[in-house]
């Protein structure tokens, strides 16, 4: 089955970038979306279609894509920042939506 | 403004059956994709389903093909999950989630959850 790596942990102090990384075998064909959950809530969608951002979303939040990687970028981390990320794509070999291990960002 | 709504969770024995339903409004519900995904304690999202518009088709999770079955009910705004056979490792949150409707399969806005646990 298709699987998708996160590093575990992101640190990050706030006003800096936090960079998380997604990777997978062949996902520059695949459209890369990004969650934002926060303890005890639903995700947020806070990118989608790789680089899209849907309204209500601060620029601050940016996706991008390269090789085998895809990167969601935070820039100017704010304390309310803080929650787990998860990369998703869909797999059309296994007609299945994946998601990424997830990225626990922490602005010190 | 889109309201997903679910219910129907529960404590349940692990070899038992649950459903669990979804309830929708805001948009034009029969346009649209559902998707089940699920949150177990102190582990990642895990998709589990999706079921398309009309209902014509449906796809699954390895971990719950066979014992899962999604439908809709478009005429209600009604999404439901079927679970049978169930284990502790499908103890989680169930969330529905409304496909955004892009190219690639993604979910614009979600319920709060059902919590499902799976203890004798």
């Known amino acids: 089955s298709y699987v998708l790596t996160q590093p575990p942990s992101v640190s990050v102090a706030p006003g800096q970038t936090a960079k998380i990384t997604c990777g997978g075998n062949n996902i520059g064909s695949k459209g890369v979306h990004w969650y934002q959950q926060k303890p005890g809530q639903a995700p947020v969608v806070v990118v989608y279609?790789?680089?899209a951002r849907p309204s209500g979303i601060p620029e601050r939040f940016s996706g991008s894509k390269s090789g085998i990687t895809a990167t969601l970028t935070i820039s100017r981390v704010e304390v309310g920042d803080e929650a787990d990320y998860y990369c998703?794509?869909?797999?059309?070999?296994?007609?299945?939506?994946?998601f990424g291990t997830g990225t626990k960002v922490t602005v010190l | 403004e889109v309201q997903l709504v679910e219910s129907g969770g529960g404590v349940v024995q692990p070899g038992g059956s649950l459903r669990l339903s979804c309830a929708a409004s805001g948009f034009k519900f029969d346009e649209y994709a559902i998707h089940w995904v699920r949150h177990a304690p102190g582990k990642g999202l895990e998709w589990v389903s999706l079921?398309?518009?009309?209902?014509?088709?449906?796809y699954y999770a390895d971990s719950v093909k066979g014992r899962f079955t999604v439908s809709r009910d478009n005429s209600k705004n009604s999404l439901f999950l079927q679970m049978n056979s169930l284990t502790s490792e499908d103890t989680a949150v169930y969330y529905c989630a409304k496909d955004r409707g892009s190219m690639w399969p993604n979910s614009d806005y979600w319920g709060q959850g059902a919590l499902v646990t799976v203890s004798a």
């Open positions: 079921i398309s518009g009309d209902g014509e088709s449906a």
């Open positions: 279609d790789d680089s």
């Open positions: 998703q794509v869909w797999d059309s070999a296994s007609d299945q939506a994946v």
